[in-house]
């Protein structure tokens, strides 16, 4: 999951922790978990 949503942010300086928390919520079925 991590790194499908690394490749799809296609951020030149890499992605922030926050960026892909919220991609992988908005496109995978988890639940949000304030304490990941």
Do not use: C, D
């Amino acid at each position: 999951m991590i790194t499908a949503a690394v490749g799809a942010l296609k951020e030149r300086g890499g992605s922030s922790r926050q960026a892909i928390l919220k991609y992988i919520q908005a496109n995978f079925k988890v639940q949000a978990n304030p304490a990941a």
